[in-house]
Each structure stands twice: as structure tokens, then as C-alpha cells.
């Protein structure tokens, strides 16, 4: 258990052996468990996984606007000071990017190595667009559920309900496992803390770009051939920002690379954590 700068109480679940890797999850607000082992990433490191104030097994917040997105780098820093590290190695899934990036900027110091799994970047206002994500989503016409899955994605990206599920485009092939994957969402996910994560105030890209410009830390940007936030071409844009950044295209991936080629993303996460 992790104490909070304001006394909330956060779940950190320590998976494998070996050197520390903090992972922050996405969703947003989404708990953790969704990550599982990162498709046996764990055998390399010891995961720190952090389930973010409200989810999973860490304790509600008596301020919910202490949910937003740079609120919650203080969070990260208490599991970092918890762990006894003078540097860590942070591992961030999606929208938890944000909070990585976030972090990265208010502690530079502090970053040994950033690795931002198909992050969509709202901290640096580098996220993807309506149309990015939709050309992406084509990218699948071939399949058999597409023309349901593509007609509910346009809903719900233009703020409409959709009548069908759009999860398929999340996943590089969707199978009994992508499904079953899929079907734990709702349930792993904090709406009202979703809600707020990015709210008024939560990002200043212009400052928060101004110091990731410099940041020392090797910094890998992963994303899947087949994802739409982000798209591969932001997602070269997005490593070019840091000195010392990379980005790696898992083939055939979607927005859980972990799921669809479980080797191919553990060799690649791993190399980048022994540079």
C-alpha cells in the first residue's frame, strides 16, 4: 500500500522479479488489471503496477478533482519514493501516457528510461484526430464485422450513441481472447474519474513540450500498425520530440500490442530497457 500526498491509499501490484518497472495504466482510469503481466514482460523485470486513486484495489479520494491528469503526478512520485528509487524506468499504456509525460516534465531527474505503449498524447496536444482514427479503423475493411463496428465508431466519435460495438478496431485480430478482453472494460473502468482526467487545467502543452525538449532519458514510443491513437506517422512525430527518443511499429498490432504478438512486444520493450 502507498500513501498519497493527501492520505489516499494506492494499491501497487509488484509482478515477476528483478529490477523495478513502474507501469501506469490508461483508459482512462481504467485499473490495472486489464494490463496483466504485459504478455510476459515480467519474466524481464519486476512490474510496479500502479492502480490509479479510484480504481481497482486503490482507495477512493475524498477530492475528486484530484482525479485530473496533473494531480495525479504526485501519485507516481509517492510509488516512486515508496520503492526507495533515485531513478526509475516508467512504463505507460495509453492515456496513462499523459500522466508519464506529466510526470517526466515536473521530475526529469527522475527518468531513467520512459517507454510509452500506443500513447495518445493530450499533454502535448499531439493527440489523434477524429479523421486519424477513423482512417485507421479502415485500414480493417476486409474483416467480417466492419461495416457494423465502423458505422457505431463514427457515432461515437461524433458524440452520438452507438447501436454496436467498435472494439474490434482496438485490437490487431479479434478473437475469443480480444473479446474476452474487450468485455472487462465496463467494469475496470472509473467514469467519473475518466471524466475529469483531462478537465480544465490538467495539461499545458506548451510548457510541458518546452521541457521534454530536453530530456536526457532514452524514450520509446511503441505503437501498432493497425491503431489509430496514435496512428504510426504521430507516433514517429511524437518520438521526435525528445532527444533521445525511438519509435518501434509492431506489425499487425492494435492498441494492446501485448495481446496480439506477445513475443514481439516483449522483445522489443525489453531491448529498450537493457539500452
Not at 484530484?66 to 499504456?93: F, I, K, M, P, T
Not at 474476452?180 to 472509473?190: R, Y
Amino acid at each position: 500500500m502507498v500513501q498519497a500526498y493527501d492520505g489516499t491509499e494506492l494499491t501497487c501490484h509488484l509482478k515477476g522479479a528483478g529490477e523495478p518497472l513502474l507501469v501506469v495504466p490508461g483508459g482512462a482510469m481504467r485499473a490495472s488489471a486489464y494490463l496483466g503481466d504485459l504478455g510476459g514482460l515480467s519474466a524481464h523485470r519486476r512490474l510496479a503496477v500502479l492502480d490509479l486513486r479510484g480504481t481497482g484495489e486503490s482507495a477512493v479520494p475524498a477530492d475528486p478533482e484530484s482525479y485530473r491528469c496533473d494531480r495525479q503526478v504526485d501519485d507516481v512520485e509517492a510509488l516512486r519514493a515508496h520503492l526507495g528509487l533515485e531513478q526509475v524506468d516508467l512504463l505507460a499504456h495509453s492515456a496513462g501516457g499523459n500522466l508519464a509525460l506529466l510526470y517526466a516534465a515536473r521530475h526529469p531527474e527522475r527518468i531513467r528510461r520512459l517507454a510509452l505503449i500506443t500513447p495518445n498524447a493530450w499533454a502535448l496536444e499531439m493527440q489523434a484526430t477524429v479523421e486519424e482514427r477513423l482512417a485507421a479503423a479502415r485500414l480493417r475493411s476486409g474483416e467480417p464485422w466492419f461495416e457494423a463496428a465502423y458505422t457505431a465508431f463514427e457515432a461515437a466519435l461524433s458524440g452520438q450513441e452507438p447501436k454496436d460495438s467498435f472494439a474490434p478496431f482496438f485490437y490487431g485480430r479479434w478473437d475469443a481472447a480480444a473479446e474476452a478482453h474487450a468485455a472487462t472494460d465496463l467494469e475496470q473502468v472509473n467514469r467519473e474519474a475518466a471524466a475529469r482526467f483531462g478537465g480544465p487545467g490538467a495539461y499545458d502543452p506548451r510548457a510541458t513540450r518546452a521541457v521534454l525538449r530536453s530530456l536526457e532519458a532514452p524514450v520509446l514510443v511503441l505503437a501498432g500498425e493497425l491503431d489509430g491513437a496514435p496512428r504510426p506517422d504521430r507516433a514517429v512525430g511524437l518520438a521526435a520530440l525528445f532527444p533521445a527518443g525511438e519509435c518501434v511499429v509492431q506489425p499487425g498490432g492494435g492498441h494492446f500490442p501485448w495481446l496480439d504478438d506477445p513475443q514481439w512486444y516483449v522483445r522489443s520493450v525489453a531491448r529498450f530497457l537493457s539500452l
